[in-house]
């Protein structure tokens, strides 16, 4: 249920490096990919069928049919409906990820991680490591080290929070960590990129229970996969190959099996993940522009436009999902919206307090709270609220 920690702010280039994919990271952080290299739109309403939220005109319609169609979706209005954010200590120059009785600390510098709460830790990251990716939700914290020249594979802390016991995963666990790749920590598993065959890279699943691993899914050789998501409602991952520009496709992962998200625009997808009766994803139609993506969502009840967001900012969080948006224009702040897969209702859950040149972090879902950082010319800020 938790999404990429460690990147205030990421800036991602497709360029083709010896006839694979590579994708070039220009950040405060790392991107989450799987390839022989590196890491590497939906349905456009032409009109859309407008339905509003919040206080204006509730959505679907009285007829029982479903509002707008995979051409046409529903293109949804946004109302205000901030939470109660509170201000958390420190340096926002450290990233915090906040939850129930937990607080997991990636400070400056990224060489340690403190876990801190019944059973407080503190995580090294080794010579010649550094953290990349932290996690938290209600059972466990995931902690991921890479090493800064890539020679050497991942190295992952898992923090039972019930018992305090620590597990290390790395390149003689099995299945076996590699260099960089996609991690994603769900309610009862988590996923890592690991080794296959023949030059591919393939997803591995750990149970966490027993700690059991298997390798599923493996990617074509010289192909490769990102941003895999974890939810109760399973698993979600964008995959692509070695074209340029690289085509990128949704899918849901089953095993070794992978089914694409329908009503996706082929080769144009880039954040996923499924909710209980809805699934949310984004689009990045310019691959000139690639953090400019436009996001959507399906459930029962119809197929709905989001609106513009910022790509890599998806995040599931207790039932809703939650991406940002960059200003608009010089009167803008920049937005924490959520989408409520309930009511079919887009809500702005934070707007900065600078406007124009201002943006957000990737919220952070510590289970039960979400925590985000503002960063702008006039001052930065990191806060977090409840929402479990």
């Known amino acids: 249920m938790s999404a990429r920690r460690v990147a205030s702010v990421r800036r991602v280039v497709a360029v083709l490096s010896g006839g694979a994919v590579a994708l070039v990271l220009a950040s405060c952080g790392n991107a989450t990919s799987s390839s022989p290299a590196a890491d590497h739109s939906g349905p456009v309403a032409s009109p859309p069928h407008t339905i509003a939220s919040g206080s204006q005109t509730e959505a679907p319609s009285s007829s029982g049919s479903p509002t707008g169609s995979p051409e046409h979706p529903a293109l949804v209005a946004v109302a205000k409906a901030p939470l109660h954010w509170k201000a958390v200590p420190g340096s926002t120059k450290d990233l915090v990820t906040v939850g129930d009785g937990w607080t997991l600390t990636v400070p400056d510098g990224e060489a340690t991680a403190r876990l801190a709460g019944p059973h407080p830790r503190t995580i090294r990251a080794g010579d010649h490591f550094t953290i990349s990716d932290a996690f938290l939700d209600d059972t ?46 769900g309610p009862d598993t988590l996923a890592h990129a690991t080794s296959g065959g023949h030059g591919r890279y393939c997803l591995a699943t750990v149970d966490l229970a027993d700690g059991h691993g298997s390798t599923g899914w493996c990617a074509q050789p010289r192909h490769g996969f990102r941003s895999a998501t974890i939810t109760a409602a399973g698993t979600t991952m964008m995959t692509f190959d070695d074209h340029h520009p690289s085509c990128r496709t949704l899918n849901t992962v089953t095993g070794a099996a992978l089914t694409p998200l329908p009503d996706v625009t082929a080769c144009k997808g880039w954040d996923s993940a499924s909710l209980d009766g809805t699934t949310v994803w984004s689009v990045v139609p310019k691959d000139r522009r690639i953090e400019a993506a436009h996001f959507y969502a399906h459930t029962d009840s119809g197929w709905y436009d989001l609106g513009p967001g910022t790509s890599g900012s998806l995040v599931t969080c207790a039932g809703s999902a939650y991406f940002t948006r960059d200003p608009g224009s010089r009167t803008d ?17 934070y707007a900065s307090k600078a406007t124009g040149n201002a943006f957000l972090s990737p919220p952070r879902c510590g289970g039960s709270h979400l925590t985000v950082t503002s960063y702008s010319q006039s001052g930065d800020e990191q806060v977090t609220a409840s929402v479990g």
Do not use: M, N
């Open 333 to 349: 702040p920049a937005r924490l919206l959520r989408w409520s897969p309930e009511t079919a209702s887009l809500t702005i859950a």
């Open 140 to 185: 466990h914290a995931l902690v991921i080290s890479e090493d800064r020249l890539a020679s050497q594979p991942d190295r992952a802390t898992l923090v039972d929070l019930d018992t305090g016991r620590a597990t290390v995963l790395d390149q003689h666990s099995q299945p076996p960590t590699v260099v960089g790749g996609t991690w994603a920590l």
